[in-house]
């Protein structure tokens, strides 16, 4: 950066006064971890991520470890990621459940392409997923909304997610108002334009961090007759 002082230019480093504790460049983390091996794996990768999801979950180093990124592109190319939480996985893919007139419903809509990561970072783990996105049916989203507690179920009514809204008073008197029309104990109705994704997956990436940055990095991939090639990844 080229700074003017009494009319003297200099050349000063911007970081200079910065917290030594702040620095990104000099942040360091070695991955002292057991390590990833081909002959350790699940036939299927659906299998083997729930195996990591339940070492996630009974280990209770990785707050929500059903949090994932979800991202998605628009008709020109143009990426937007967000945090969503998982819902069911099974050997058909990942589900998530959302507004479908948000963006991410949006744009899912025009093109179903998706990629999702589980950043379980105290783990030293990744799971990276690319696949495609379809609705789940009305049945399995009023199943699982059924599910959800009372304020969740009015929160899906309240919001119309990703739209310009004036205020919190004006989302928080959305809610009151249907807090009033549904009071605790009553059913409610599973918004029409609320619903889930299942993200079927076509390739699969186990993520392991290691020494040196010599991580291990394992994926599957879809094959046309429905199985699956494992390929080791350079880190």
Do not use: C
Not at 162 to 189: F, K, M, T
Not at 228 to 233: P, S
């Amino acid at each position: 950066m080229v700074v003017r002082q009494d009319d003297r230019v200099t050349d000063r480093d911007p970081t200079a006064d910065r917290d030594p504790r702040l620095d990104p460049a000099a942040m360091r983390k070695q991955y002292r971890v057991d390590g990833l091996d081909e002959n350790d794996l699940a036939a299927d990768p659906m299998a083997q991520f729930g195996r990591w999801f339940e070492e996630a979950v009974v280990q209770e180093l990785v707050y929500e470890p059903n949090a994932m990124v979800v991202s998605t592109a628009d008709t020109e190319g143009r990426p937007s990621s967000r945090t969503v939480l998982m819902k069911d996985y099974d050997d058909q893919g990942f589900v998530f459940y959302t507004n479908y007139g948000s963006r991410k419903a949006r744009e899912l809509g025009a093109n179903p392409y998706v990629s999702l990561l589980f950043p379980w970072h105290p783990m030293a783990r990744q799971v990276l997923v690319t696949g495609t996105a379809r609705r789940t049916g009305r049945d399995e989203t009023a199943a699982y909304f059924r599910t959800r507690p009372h304020g969740s179920q009015l929160g899906a009514w309240a919001s119309t997610q990703s739209s310009v809204i004036h205020s919190r008073a004006e989302l928080e008197s959305s809610y009151e108002d249907l807090l009033a029309r549904y009071p605790e104990g009553e059913q409610v109705p599973v918004p029409p334009h609320w619903g889930g994704f299942r993200i079927a997956p076509q390739t699969v990436e186990f993520w392991q961090g290691r020494e040196n940055r010599l991580h291990d990095r394992l994926r599957y991939t879809t094959q046309p007759d429905g199985t699956w090639r494992v390929e080791r990844l350079s880190p």
